[in-house]
């Protein structure tokens, strides 16, 4: 076991857990932060997609130990953020959700993309967020959102 | 006395016309390097890039000296899961960039493999052709040498590339996979590798003849 001082959120957290222990866990057993969901555990769905310094990063494949003092910031303080403000608000606009299980990790993709990529192409869409899964299958409708939102950021 | 004053004179002819010999039979020694190698030291040179080239054509190196538009992975060199693709620096694209899942060393509490810098090899120095098949050791051999391609280095740049470089170095330190196991090293450990390359660039990289499938 090992104490680590993270920043999550804008906030200093404490945290007391074996180094190898996934950013994931700690996060939503310790933090809990269940905001970040766990879909499959080796970064094959990317429902467990959180910013750190700024990347999208998998937090389950990610060691807590190996954070040191990277920034992280989740689905839950993503609407503080100006561009992640526009993205939700386009996908409630858009009505994206279905079921909801993987749409916290296309939101933290689909806002990356955005701050790199004001006026992306659908191969840019696609290229960016082709390793988000959603089973409900709300490709069209994420699309529609993302080009929605780079057009209101413009 | 008298003997050594009258041979002085010839003695120090003798010696110039032999410092003359040598002049002529013996050129500078800042021509001599740039000589074309000696077949001996070809040959030495070629056996050495040969041991080399074992390396470079491991399958874990094949997978970041990719000709396609993404890595690829495992001992049987599959396409890279998660639809990860090369991006513009070879580095994946924002969103899903290789640090979105690899980080600066190797997580083997989660599988994800992991050095500095990790991103795939240019273009330019890819190690196969368009149809997944190995280039030859000729091929590869005047990629690896060709310093339009090579990001500019030269012999003693490519010996340090090898030697010392970190993400080459994770070949030898590739941690274990998703299943837990470890992944499969290289046929030469790293100082061999690096042998080789240093005697093959002291034989001044020479490259085998031949074209693609020789």
Same mark, same amino acid.
């Given at each position: 076991?090992?104490?680590?001082?993270?920043?999550?959120?804008?906030?200093?957290? /404490?945290?007391?857990?074996?180094?190898?222990?996934?950013?994931?866990?700690?996060?939503?057993?310790?933090?809990?932060?269940?905001?970040?969901?766990?879909?499959?555990? !080796?970064?094959?769905?990317?429902?467990?997609? !959180?910013?750190?310094?700024?990347?999208?990063?998998?937090?389950?494949? !990610?060691? !807590?130990?190996?954070?040191?003092?990277?920034?992280?910031?989740?689905?839950?303080?993503?609407?503080?953020?100006?561009?992640?403000?526009?993205?939700?608000?386009?996908?409630?606009?858009?009505?994206?959700?279905?079921?909801?299980?993987?749409?916290?990790?296309?939101?933290?993709?689909?806002?990356?993309?955005?701050?790199?990529?004001?006026?992306?192409?659908?191969?840019?869409? /696609? /290229?960016?967020?082709?390793?988000?899964?959603?089973?409900?299958?709300?490709?069209?409708?994420?699309?529609?959102?993302?080009?929605?939102?780079?057009?209101?950021?413009? | 006395?008298?003997?050594?004053?009258?041979?002085?004179?010839?003695? $120090?002819?003798?010696?110039?016309?032999?410092?003359?010999?040598?002049?002529?039979?013996?050129?500078?020694?800042?021509?001599?390097?740039?000589?074309?190698?000696?077949?001996?030291?070809?040959?030495?040179? $070629?056996?050495?890039?040969?041991?080399?080239?074992?390396?470079?054509?491991?399958?874990?190196?094949?997978?970041?000296?990719?000709?396609?538009?993404?890595?690829?992975?495992?001992?049987?060199?599959?396409?890279?899961?998660?639809?990860?693709?090369?991006?513009?620096?070879?580095?994946?694209?924002?969103?899903?960039?290789?640090?979105?899942?690899?980080?600066?060393?190797?997580?083997?509490?989660?599988?994800?493999?992991?050095?500095?810098?990790?991103?795939?090899?240019?273009?330019?120095?890819?190690?196969?052709?368009?149809?997944?098949?190995? $280039?030859?050791?000729?091929?590869?051999?005047?990629?690896?040498?060709?310093?339009?391609?090579?990001?500019?280095?030269?012999?003693?740049?490519?010996?340090?590339?090898?030697?010392?470089?970190?993400?080459?170095?994770?070949?030898?330190?590739?941690?274990?996979?998703?299943?837990?196991?470890?992944?499969? $090293?290289?046929?030469?450990?790293?100082?061999?590798?690096?042998?080789?390359?240093?005697?093959?660039?002291?034989?001044?990289?020479?490259?085998?003849?031949?074209?693609?499938?020789?």
């Amino acid at each position: 076991m090992a104490t680590y001082q993270l920043t999550i959120n804008g906030q200093r957290r /404490e945290v007391t857990t074996d180094p190898s222990t996934p950013l994931l866990w700690v996060l939503r057993e310790d933090l809990k932060l269940t905001g970040t969901k766990y879909g499959c555990g !080796v970064s094959a769905c990317g429902a467990c997609t !959180v910013h750190v310094a700024g990347m999208a990063t998998r937090s389950c494949m !990610v060691p !807590v130990s190996m954070l040191g003092d990277r920034p992280v910031v989740t689905i839950e303080a993503i609407g503080q953020d100006p561009v992640g403000k526009v993205v939700q608000d386009a996908w409630v606009s858009h009505d994206v959700v279905q079921c909801g299980y993987c749409q916290s990790g296309q939101i933290m993709s689909a806002v990356v993309l955005l701050k790199h990529t004001p006026n992306p192409t659908d191969q840019n869409i /696609e /290229e960016s967020m082709g390793g988000n899964i959603c089973r409900c299958g709300t490709y069209p409708r994420i699309r529609q959102a993302i080009k929605a939102a780079a057009q209101h950021l413009q | 006395m008298i003997g050594s004053r009258t041979t002085g004179p010839r003695s $120090l002819i003798v010696v110039f016309a032999a410092f003359v010999v040598c002049l002529v039979a013996s050129p500078p020694q800042a021509d001599q390097s740039k000589a074309a190698p000696s077949a001996d030291r070809r040959s030495d040179g $070629l056996a050495a890039w040969q041991q080399v080239y074992t390396v470079l054509t491991h399958q874990r190196c094949i997978n970041c000296h990719t000709a396609t538009n993404y890595p690829q992975q495992g001992d049987d060199r599959h396409r890279h899961f998660a639809n990860v693709v090369r991006g513009p620096e070879g580095r994946g694209v924002p969103g899903l960039h290789c640090a979105t899942c690899h980080q600066e060393a190797n997580a083997d509490s989660t599988g994800a493999p992991g050095s500095h810098n990790w991103h795939l090899a240019p273009l330019s120095m890819a190690w196969q052709d368009q149809h997944d098949q190995l $280039l030859s050791s000729a091929e590869i051999c005047r990629v690896l040498t060709d310093r339009s391609k090579n990001h500019d280095m030269d012999g003693p740049a490519l010996l340090q590339h090898h030697a010392e470089d970190q993400l080459v170095g994770w070949a030898w330190e590739p941690g274990r996979g998703l299943n837990g196991l470890q992944r499969t $090293l290289p046929p030469l450990s790293r100082p061999q590798f690096a042998d080789a390359t240093r005697r093959w660039v002291e034989a001044g990289t020479p490259c085998p003849p031949g074209k693609a499938g020789d």
